[in-house]
């Protein structure tokens, strides 16, 4: 299952959201979303664990849980393509 973490602290590294998921089972993957011109956090990430009842319960027990001074917001990850997203302008018609 993938989850997302938001709300993240600007200083949490890949190995901080590891070890906070690995309490509760075996982690695929890590995934810290960071600023592709700085590099820096963008203040959310995705976590892959591949036992969807250990990801259930990290789900539970993280979420509102605070992580380097800041509460986390911990959900199944929409896949991508779904959810809000801003519909684009209204069409103008023609430029003459």
Do not use: C
Not at 20 to 27: L, S
Not at 38 to 49: L, Q
Not at 57 to 70: D, M, Q, S, V
């Amino acid at each position: 299952m993938n989850i997302y973490v938001g709300n993240l602290a600007y200083s949490v590294t890949q190995d901080d959201l590891r070890d906070a998921f690995a309490a509760y089972g075996e982690i695929s993957s890590v995934n810290l979303i960071t600023d592709k011109f700085t590099g820096d956090s963008k203040g959310f990430g995705f976590v892959e664990m591949s036992n969807n009842s250990e990801a259930d319960t990290a789900i539970k027990a993280l979420n509102e849980t605070p992580l380097k001074g800041r509460n986390l917001k911990v959900n199944q990850a929409k896949p991508r393509g779904e959810g809000g997203g801003g519909g684009g302008g209204g069409s103008r018609g023609p430029r003459w």
